[in-house]
């Protein structure tokens, strides 16, 4: 079945930096394009970043452009988040996430509990 687990959250000083994983089992990864999300306490789930199957397009929102950089090694079935400059508003669970149905998208996305990890904890200290 699919599995994505999210590593490499942690503790960060505002202005700092940190980079996720997430590791991808279950499907072929390189047909489906890939997303980040978060959800802060109290908050409803955000969409962070998506980039296309074949990682050579990608797409953010306006609050994380600039700071923020998806990737992917479909050679190991894995999807990274560098997370720049560092905000308190980027403290979250963060969620890789693996679009529905394979193939080119690159769109905003907000998935369902089944097709997310479990998250990793990003705290941002001011």
């Known amino acids: 079945q699919v599995q994505l687990v999210e590593s490499g959250g942690g503790l960060a000083q505002s202005g700092g930096f940190l980079r996720l994983s997430c590791a991808a089992s279950g499907f072929t990864f390189g047909s489906y394009s890939m997303a980040w999300v978060r959800q802060a306490p109290g908050k409803a789930l955000e969409w962070v970043s998506t980039i296309n199957p074949d990682g050579t397009k990608t797409l953010y929102p306006d609050s994380v452009k600039g700071r923020f950089t998806i990737s992917r090694d479909n050679g190991k079935n894995s999807l990274y988040l560098e997370m720049n400059s560092l905000e308190s508003e980027d403290t979250a669970m963060y969620y890789c996430?693996?679009?529905?149905?394979?193939?080119?998208?690159?769109?905003?996305?907000?998935?369902?509990?089944?097709?997310r990890g479990q998250g990793t904890q990003v705290v941002v200290s001011s």
């Open positions: 996430a693996k679009f529905t149905h394979p193939g080119l998208y690159l769109t905003p996305y907000l998935p369902s509990s089944d097709s």
